[in-house]
């Protein structure tokens, strides 16, 4: 089953996938899930080239606060300085390679090395080391020593990213046509968008490049998500009583450079902003309130597309921002070929009413997180595909052909958001240098 | 009326698990009040207020109903089929006692075993309890989790 990866066996001018515009069909191979080849070279292409997600400067919002968590499989922390400028860091001490920031979160205005006592300041300078009398005079001049950051930190409306490679086109470039939908995010609060308390860490057994697939897939709705949307029906006041089936409308979108968007009309309520009767009166007045405070700051046309369509975000290659009935970033990380980590967090606008705040995280759990009535479900339709692509190599393409016949009028439950992907993986794994 | 002894609550906690443990879903929602609760805290703030932190579970009565419900489905696809569940329970102690409710903590190890894997869920659970005509009733149920993440759990899809 351990296919080396061997380029060329592309139809089409690809290196591993295999597209046939004429009979619109688009193969991808299943050994590209299981293969521990594919993901050594992953790590090259893809995770040590491409702009990372971190986290939301909301997260850190006084001088000294930090988070510390695990990006790209390397531990980095997020510090904001004393000059109020967020910083990422290699949560590594220079010296023999502790990890410093040995909390999740908190704040400081240093940072010392539990094992021999080396001091670093908010701007990752060393500033106290015991035994300087062992080392020459100039051993630490010109921040020889002080922490070390990735190539490149830079931050689009508050979400900030890394990249690990100093030749990285910059983060704007980069996001391409995502940018506009991470607009259409950020533009929701008046006064700034906030991560909520309470960070939910998860796994699947299954392959990274899956739940990428999986999050702006349309198709599985109605199959996987059945008991969700009779969760919707049992629950008295949760459809909007305007909502028509034949309006989800919408469809999917490539956005460059592997990133990809599926937007659409749905019958859950969104907090911004489409009432549902489950949150009575006052919840009624508090989204006509958000909906007109949107179109005076935004206009009718953007007030309208925020506050009544939904949409799945997927920025390559591996951050996911769905706007549905809660905002969600996903981030996640391949620790084997078989199996991923996964850490959400609820995005809100900062000043939220509190009704509507609490009435947001009550939705989010509705559906979303590991013990929602829809996600747990998710993980299980990308574990059962794990499972048979480990040890069934007799069976080897998986087809993500849904719409090809149809470009001109894609569906939201087509499957070009997955084509977007592949060929940008494509692109990268097979590129020689 | 006398006050409950630390058996006879074991009793009704036992009696839980066991509901749990049979995948008698909708019996364990009939263990709670009209406006009961389920709440599974964020991990990394197990005292969260659930108003203005995400949870894992925050369920009102409503929906932990529907949850056990959903759980009765094969379109819960998840547990379809069941995966062997079994809650032990430890260190249980009455806080706080009136004539009427009832305050417990407990620690439970709950164990979820499907396809090979076996995870291990650990849990600190209070209970806010009422006595009713019908015995002993559940109108708060927070289950703390003390581990790091779920991982390699991916999820809470049984009733912890």
Known sequence: ?433 | MALLTRAEVEDFLYHEAALLDEWKTMEWAELFTDDGEYLVPPMDIPDADKSAALFIINDDHHRLVQRAKRLTRRTAHVEFPHSKVRHTIHNVRILEQDDTSLKVASNQIVYRAKRQNLDTFVCHVIYQLVRSGDGLRIRSKRVMLDIDGLRPHGMVSAIL
Not at chain 1, 212 to 224: C, L, R, V
Not at chain 1, 319 to 329: A, P, Q, S
């Open chain 1, 1 to 433: 089953m351990n296919k080396p990866l061997e380029p060329g066996l592309g139809f089409g001018g690809t290196h591993y996938i295999r597209i046939d515009p004429q009979r619109s069909e688009f193969l991808v191979p299943r050994w590209a899930f299981t293969d521990q080849a594919v993901l050594d070279k992953e790590r090259e292409e893809i995770f040590a080239r491409c702009w990372l997600y971190v986290g939301h400067a909301s997260e850190i919002p006084k001088a000294g606060d930090f988070v510390a968590r695990k990006v790209g499989g390397r531990q980095l922390f997020l510090w904001r300085g004393d000059d109020n400028q967020p910083r990422v860091y290699f949560n590594t001490c220079t010296h023999r390679g502790a990890m410093v920031c040995r909390e999740k979160q908190g704040n400081a205005k240093r940072l010392t090395c539990p094992y021999h006592g080396w001091t670093f300041d908010t701007r990752g300078g060393m500033v106290e080391q015991p035994g300087a009398s062992g080392f020459p005079d100039d051993f630490f001049a010109n921040g020889a020593k002080d922490l070390i950051s990735p190539a490149k930190v830079e931050a689009y409306r508050d979400f900030v990213f890394v990249n690990f490679d100093p030749k990285a086109v910059d983060l704007t470039t980069y996001l391409a046509g995502a940018a506009e939908f991470l607009d259409l995010v950020a533009d929701q609060g008046q006064h700034g968008m906030e991560v909520t308390p309470g960070e939910q860490a998860y796994s699947m057994r299954a392959n990274w490049k899956l739940l990428y697939e999986n999050s702006a897939d349309g198709y599985h709705a109605i199959t996987a998500h059945a008991s969700y949307f009779d969760y919707l029906r049992a629950t008295v006041g949760v459809f909007r009583e305007d909502f028509d089936p034949h309006d989800v409308g919408g469809g999917g979108k490539s956005l460059g450079n592997g990133h990809a968007v599926i937007e659409y009309q749905a019958p859950w309520g969104r907090p911004v902003a489409q009432w549902v009767p489950q949150w009575g009166d006052s919840g009624k007045e508090e989204v006509a309130r958000v909906q007109a405070e949107l179109a005076s700051r935004l206009g009718e046309q953007r007030a309208d597309r925020i506050a009544n369509w939904n949409r799945n975000i997927l920025i390559f290659p591996n951050l996911i921002i769905n706007d549905i009935m809660g905002l969600t970033i996903r981030s996640f990380q391949p620790i084997t070929p078989g199996y991923l980590e996964v850490t959400a967090w609820s995005l809100a606008p900062r000043g939220e009413h509190p009704e509507m705040r609490a009435w947001r995280q009550y939705n989010f759990n509705e559906f979303l997180g590991p013990a929602g009535f829809a996600t747990p479900d998710d993980v299980e339709m990308l574990e059962l595909c794990q499972q048979a692509y480990q040890n069934m190599p007799e069976v080897g393409w998986n087809d993500i052909s849904k719409g090809m016949n149809r470009p001109e009028n894609n569906q939201g439950d087509d499957e070009v958001q997955m084509r977007s992907f592949w060929i940008r993986w494509d692109e990268l794994m097979g590129a020689s240098r």
